[in-house]
C-alpha cells in the first residue's frame, strides 16, 4: 500500500512559523492527479480538514480559520506538497496529516476518506 510520509512540525511559539513536508515511500508511485490534503485532530476534537490542493493543477482550497495564514503548495519535480503555516495560534496545536485521494478536489471538506493517508506529524503552539 501507498506510504504517505509527513515531516516538519515541532513546537513554536505564537506567531511562529513552521512548515510541514509530505512526500510518499512507495516506487512507482506518483502524486499526480490526486487530490492531496493537510487535516489535522486535536485531543478530543473532530478532524478537521486545513488544506487541499489537486496535484498537477492549481487549485486550492482552505479552510476559514487557516486562510490567510497558511499555504498549500506543491513541487511536482519532487513529488512533495507542503504547508506552510504563518502566523501560529495556539489553537492551531494538533497532529497534522497528509492524505491523498485518486480524484479532483471536489468539495474537498465534504469528503469523509481519503485513500491514502500519513501517520502525522506534531504540531505544538505555546
Known amino acids: 500500500d501507498v506510504q504517505l510520509v509527513e515531516s516538519g512540525g515541532g513546537s513554536v511559539q505564537a506567531g511562529g512559523s513552521l512548515r510541514l513536508s509530505c512526500t510518499y515511500t512507495?516506487?512507482?508511485?506518483?502524486?499526480?492527479?490526486?487530490?492531496m490534503g493537510w487535516f489535522r485532530q486535536a485531543p478530543g476534537k473532530e478532524r478537521e480538514g486545513v488544506a487541499f490542493?489537486?496535484?498537477?493543477?492549481?487549485?486550492?482550497y482552505y479552510a476559514d480559520s487557516v486562510k490567510g495564514r497558511f499555504t498549500i503548495s506543491q513541487d511536482k519535480g519532487k513529488n512533495m506538497v507542503y504547508l506552510q503555516m504563518n502566523s501560529l495560534k495556539p489553537e492551531d496545536t494538533a497532529t497534522y496529516y497528509c492524505a491523498a485521494d485518486p480524484a479532483p478536489c471536489s468539495a474537498p471538506f465534504a469528503r469523509t476518506t481519503f485513500r491514502y493517508r500519513g501517520q502525522g506529524t506534531q504540531v505544538t503552539v505555546s
Open positions: 512507495n516506487r512507482g508511485f506518483t502524486l499526480i492527479n490526486h487530490c
Open positions: 490542493v489537486y496535484f498537477g493543477g492549481g487549485s486550492t
